[in-house]
């Protein structure tokens, strides 16, 4: 199994930044597939950006030159820098990691963009 903790939402105004983090409970150099997704208001989950085995990485349209997922093996820790947010970036930020043939999910950290 892997728990999953994220970290680092807020409210922020638009143009800002923030950095999410997820704290996953092993070491995330076996975990196949790590990655962000979110839910914005009456909206369905959708994927934000993943990271796997080897580092390749893959991103939403949306958050293209935007938004840069990364890992530290180290802190078993994959962290979703956000920049130039857009009030349409509001959302419950999920990590997820897909482990031995399960997904897995955090439970959320709220990411508000207003002014």
């Known amino acids: 199994q892997v728990q999953l903790v994220e970290s680092g939402g807020g409210l922020v105004q638009p143009g800002g930044s923030l950095r999410l983090s997820c704290a996953a409970s092993?070491?995330?150099?076996?975990?196949?597939?790590m990655g962000w997704y979110r839910q914005g208001p009456g909206k369905q989950r959708e994927l934000v950006a993943d990271?796997?085995?080897?580092?390749?990485?893959n991103y939403a349209d949306s958050v293209k030159g935007r938004f840069t997922i990364s890992r530290d093996n180290a802190k078993n820790t994959v962290y979703l820098q956000m920049n130039s947010l857009k009030p349409e970036d509001t959302a419950l930020y999920y990590c997820n990691a897909g482990f031995m043939g399960m997904n897995y999910w955090g439970q959320g950290t709220q990411v508000t963009v207003s002014s």
């Open positions: 990271m796997r085995s080897g580092d390749t990485t």
């Open positions: 092993r070491s995330i150099f076996i975990i196949n597939t």
